[in-house]
């Protein structure tokens, strides 16, 4: 076997001299999911690679990114809490779709040595609802949280179409600057900050890390919405979150964090330029659990 060739143990691939390396920044970062799920990813897609949990706080992202980007073999990696926001300006080049979004959650190495951002958190949580059955084109949709991954939701809803976008944000000054991003990129969407929760809406959701600790607080409570109202949330672990299970249990149909990852992969890998070889990448997250 060639020595630079990706030899298999146990389902996983053994390091060597020609592997690629990706992983995620954040802070914390160790209730990542992506480590052990990309490392199948790549194993069952044959791709020698790792993906590395790199933990680093405000002071450090941009010694942290300084260093990465002299990396050659960095393939890339993506941007969780509290980073999405502030690595939009750190970046060489950010995407149209990172900057409607206001953040950046996924950035790879170009062989030029530039490194470019992206933001598919919006597009994998929108994917989501509409694999779902949930339909969003002309929907009416309420949107709590409008930080790094829900400016990324907002942008994405308006591009796919909504009929009209209601937000909430406890944090004036960033409603303010989202709301202006979002009418500038997407004028013909009706955009609108609201206090409370709005009647005639067809989809909720949390887009708040309300909802990560047993004893957070609810974004919102769901009884206060219609009975039909679509009730989502990004927050991926725990499952089922306490404001899906209220949600639930009184009758409200709910829509989980976790279905935005199962469409985020398959954007990473593209992203990165990684062939898939035809496998069916959602499926296989799924498998993964």
């Known amino acids: 076997m060639n020595p630079t060739d990706p030899q ?8 060597n001299g020609a592997t690629r390396l990706y992983g995620t920044i954040g802070d914390p970062i160790r209730q990542l999911r992506m480590t052990g799920l990309m490392s199948q990813v790549f194993a069952a897609t044959g791709v020698n690679a790792v993906w590395l949990p790199f933990e680093g706080g405000p002071d450090l992202l941009p010694l942290m990114l300084d260093a990465l980007a002299k990396m050659r073999n960095l393939g890339g990696f993506t941007v969780t809490i509290p980073h999405k926001t502030a690595m939009l300006n750190l970046v ?23 490194v470019v951002g992206d933001n598919v958190d919006g597009l994998g949580f929108v994917r989501g609802l509409e694999a779902q059955g949930h339909r969003v084109k002309g929907a009416s949709v309420w949107l709590v949280g409008l ?10 809803l308006c591009e796919a179409g909504v009929g009209r976008l209601l937000v909430t944000e406890l944090q004036e ?4 600057k989202a709301i202006d991003r979002l009418l500038s990129h997407y004028p013909d969407v009706p955009v609108a900050e609201v206090g409370t929760p709005p009647k005639g809406i067809h989809i909720a959701i949390n887009a708040t890390a309300l909802g990560l600790r047993p004893d957070d607080p609810q974004a919102f409570d769901p009884m206060t919405l219609d009975p039909d109202v679509v009730v989502a949330d990004v927050i991926m672990s725990p499952i089922e979150t306490p404001l899906l299970t209220r949600a639930r249990t009184h009758g409200r149909r709910i ?11 398959p954007l990473y890998l593209d992203w990165f330029g990684i062939d898939t070889k035809g496998i069916d990448i959602i499926r296989l997250v799924r498998s993964i659990g």
């Open 8 to 15: 298999l143990f146990d389902g996983l691939f053994q390091v």
């Open 92 to 114: 060489g080049r950010a995407t149209p779709r990172a900057q409607a979004a206001g953040s950046v959650n996924v950035v790879r190495r170009d062989p030029d040595g530039m």
């Open 147 to 156: 930080g790094g991954a829900g400016g990324a939701i907002a942008a994405a």
């Open 173 to 176: 000054a960033r409603a303010g």
């Open 255 to 265: 829509h989980y964090g976790r279905h935005m990852l199962d469409h985020q992969v």
